[in-house]
C-alpha cells in the first residue's frame, strides 16, 4: 500500500448549475412510494440506514452501464469460437454453432468433469441437470448425483455468477455435443480451459472492448436517469466513486456515451474518485502493490489505477459500513465487499424485471398451482389417516378370530369401506400429482423453458436465490430505482418468522 496517498481527496468543484440539480433531487424525493411498479423497487434482505452511508460506490459493467445482452452475448460467442479455431486447434466446424440466449441463465452451475451444467436448490440439491444441452433424465440425475449435496468449492464445478459467463458456458455445452456427435469423447475439462483462455483472451487483448468502442449504442443500453441518480447522490452530501476493473480509456467511452450531452457536464463530474484497473476480487482481500493516480485531461474526479480497498478508503475518507457498494458480481462485487472488509451491498439483478413480469402476468396459474399443492397435502393427510384406519382393523380382525362372526363380519365391513376410502384416496393423489405436473411445467417454461424461474425451483429457492439472500442488504434492477425513494430512506427488512410462526 503506498503511504503518500493524499487522505480524503477533495471533491471537484460543483457543477456550474447547482440549483437545477437540488430542485432535481426534491422532486426525486417527493416521487411517491405507492406508484413504484414492482419490477423497479429495491428489495431489502437486511435493514439498511442510508442517512449512515457516507459513500456510494459503483461497478461499471452491467451496473452503471447496463449492456444489451443479447448482442454483447453474441459478439462474445461469435469472437470467442474464432479464437478456438484460430489458437487452439478446434475444427473449423464450430464457427457454424449458432447462439440460444434463452439456454444459459445466471446461477447455474457448470461440472467440468462430466460436460454438464446443474441447476441446484438452497440446499445444494441438483433439481435439473444438462450434459451438454441435452437434458439428463431424472433417473440419470440421481445416479449421478446421488441425491447428495454438491460441493460447488471442489476443483470439478464453476459457477455461472455473473452475465458475462453465458456466451462461454454456452459455447463450453455447445461444443460437448459438437465432439461427441462426432463420436469424440472429449476432455471435459480441458474443453471448458480452453473456451476460458479464449474468451479471457477476448477481453484482455481488446477484441469485444474495440467493437463497443465503434458504436456503443449497439451494444449499451442508456438509462435516462442515470445522471440525476448520481447527482442527487452527492447534491445529499454523499461522496460518490467508482470501482470497476475495466482500463481508463473503456471506461471513459461507456460512460461519455452514458452521462455526456447537450447541457450536461462531463461525466466525470457525477464521481468524487474514479478507480480503474482495480483488479477485484484481489482488490478486496489484498494489497495488490501501489496504485497510481492518470494524468487525464479535463476536470472532475481525480482517476486512479489500481491500488487496494485500504488505499481506497484512505482516500474517501471513509470505510467499512459506511460505505455501500453497488455491483452485479455475486463473488467478485456482492460477496468479497461484504466479507472482506465490511461494506454494505447493493446488487443489481437485471433480470428481475423480466421475472417479476412475468410472475404478474400468470398470477392466476400460480395461484391455481398454490391451490392445487394445498388440496394434494390435505389429500395426503386423508391418505395417511385411511391408511392408518385399515391397519387397525386389519389388526383387529385378526385379534377376532374367537370372536361370535357378526362382530368378525361387522369388522370386516368397516375394513372393506376404510379400503375403499384409502383407495379413493391414492387414486386423487395420482390426479393431484399429475395436476401439479402440468402446471408446474406451463408455468415454469413461461419465465425459461429450460430452467424455470431464476430464483425458486419447485416450493424451494435456488442457490442464486440463497447467494442473493445471503451476500446482498438490499438488492434490484438497476441503480436509478433508487431514485423512487427518498436518499435517507431507512430500508427495513421483511420480518423473518419460523413455520410456526405463520
Known sequence: MNSSLPVPIEPPPPDPTPSTRVSEYRASQTAPLHGVSRENRIFVN????????????????????????????????????????????????????????????????????????LKMDYHNYVARAYHGRNPLTTEERKRTYRMRRVRTSAEAYVSVDTLFHLPEVYLYLALVDFYEAKGRTPDFRQLYQDVRDMIDESHADGSIKSEIQKDPGRFVSPDARLGEFLEMLRAAGKKVFLLTNSEYYFTDVLLSYLLDGPGRPGWRHYFDLVTVDAGKPGFFRESQGDGRFLDVDGPGAPVYAGGDVWALERMLGFAGDSIL???????????????????????????????????????????????????????????????TECERLARLLEDARGCAAEARREVARKLHRAQERLAAMRTEMKRQHRRIADLDATSSATYNRHWGMLFREGHETTRFAHQVKDFACIYTSRVSNFLSYPVNTYFHSPVERLPHEL
Do not use: C
Not at 447493493?346 to 404478474?360: F, H, K, N, V
Open 46 to 117: 437486511r435493514n439498511l440506514r442510508m442517512r449512515s452511508i457516507a459513500a456510494f460506490g459503483f461497478d461499471l459493467d452491467y451496473t452503471l452501464a447496463r449492456y444489451r445482452i443479447r448482442e454483447i452475448d453474441e459478439l462474445a460467442f461469435r469472437l470467442t469460437k474464432q479464437k478456438l479455431v484460430e489458437k487452439r486447434g478446434h475444427l473449423e466446424g464450430i464457427l457454424a454453432i449458432p447462439f440460444d440466449p434463452e439456454f444459459v441463465v445466471r446461477g447455474l452451475v457448470i461440472d467440468r468433469k462430466r460436460g454438464n451444467i
Open 325 to 387: 457498494y453497488w455491483g452485479d458480481h455475486t463473488y467478485g462485487d456482492i460477496l468479497r465487499s461484504k466479507k472482506s472488509v465490511g461494506w454494505r451491498t447493493a446488487m443489481i439483478i437485471p433480470e428481475l424485471e423480466r421475472e417479476i413480469a412475468i410472475t404478474e402476468e400468470i398470477a392466476p396459474l400460480l395461484s391455481e398451482l398454490d391451490e392445487a399443492v394445498e388440496l394434494r397435502n390435505r389429500v395426503h393427510q386423508e391418505e395417511q389417516i385411511a391408511r
